[in-house]
């Protein structure tokens, strides 16, 4: 099912900055405070990035019905159609370092797959490292990248979140056909895209402040409750090799943990994770 335009999907005006627990019903204290909604962007990440270099609060959000130049992980594109979808940046002001980031979009994965799987009862997991899935389909991802930074330290980060929630297998490009879904197709009903976005945010913000007192410690148990792949035999695909095993764990720093078949145990920190059938 398609809400045209974010005026029926979050009943805000296309232009408009909200005030979203206001607007649609945010239990937040600080993500969301400030939603920039648009009807199309090229990406709601490269927005709020100009909005971050214009001195933008931790915790603005850039929604948009569609994005045109939407961008998923390793460069790839995320299609990210009118109608059909939460596409939405959150601005970050984190105390971490670079190398944390990639935990925290396992701990946002885990956090939102979580959220969603009680709001809407879809039956949903994380496939490592931050891919929310269904059955072995996809549908959803998170994207974190650094907008500013002082040495070590991270100062500023947008963290893009997208939840494909109507579009059918008819409204997918044949590239996606045969790994990606929605929650319209998993639930069999309309799911309004304002429920999942306020879940989703909600979820991001008790996310971050877990994820800043206790880190992706925080988030490994739940992690393993609904990770697609955890004592599963898989193939990584990381760019130079491909690692296989079976997943034993995610490592105390949110490495995945890979047994090979001669005993040898792996962490590997990036990648893409296929099931192998043998
Ligand atoms: C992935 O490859 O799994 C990550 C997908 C992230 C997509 C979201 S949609 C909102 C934000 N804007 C973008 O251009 N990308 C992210």
Redesign the pocket.
């Known amino acids: 099912m398609s809400e045209d335009g974010i005026e029926a999907y979050a009943g805000v005006a296309p232009g408009s900055v909200v005030d979203g627990r206001e607007a649609f019903g945010l239990r937040t204290r600080y993500v969301g405070t400030n939603v920039h909604c648009f009807a199309a962007v090229t990406?709601?990440?490269s927005v709020l990035r100009e909005l971050a270099q214009e001195g933008a609060a931790a915790g603005t959000v850039v929604l948009a019905d569609e994005?045109t130049a939407?961008?998923?992980?390793s460069g790839?594109v995320?299609f990210?159609p009118a109608g059909l979808g939460v596409?939405?940046?959150v601005l970050l002001k984190p105390s971490v370092s670079a190398d944390e980031l990639a935990p925290l979009s396992i701990a946002a994965a885990v956090s939102v797959a979580g959220a969603l799987a009680k709001s809407t009862g879809a039956p949903l997991g994380v496939k490592w490292p931050?891919?929310i899935v269904a059955e072995g389909w996809k549908l959803g991802?998170?994207?974190v990248e650094s907008v500013q930074t002082a040495g070590e330290k991270v100062e500023s980060a947008v963290l893009?979140?997208?939840v494909n929630v109507g579009a059918t297998v008819d409204d997918l490009p044949p590239e996606l056909a045969d790994s990606a879904t929605s929650l319209e197709t998993l639930l069999g009903r309309p799911v309004p895209r304002v429920d999942v976005l306020r879940a989703t945010l909600e979820a991001l913000e008790e996310c971050f402040d877990l994820f800043g007192r206790e880190g992706i410690g925080g988030f490994r148990e739940r992690w393993r409750m609904l990770s697609s792949t955890l004592g599963q035999r898989v193939n990584v695909r990381t760019g130079e090799t491909d690692v296989e095993g079976t997943v034993t764990d995610i490592s105390p720093a949110g490495a995945l943990v890979i047994e090979t078949r001669d005993g040898v145990s792996e962490e590997v920190w990036y990648g893409d994770v296929t099931l192998r059938r043998s």
């Not at 939407?70 to 992980?73: E, I, L, M, V, Y």
Request: glycine residues 22%; positive net charge.
């Open positions: 990406s709601t990440s994005q939407g961008r998923g992980r790839r995320w990210s596409w939405a940046s931050n891919d991802g998170i994207l893009g979140i997208g």
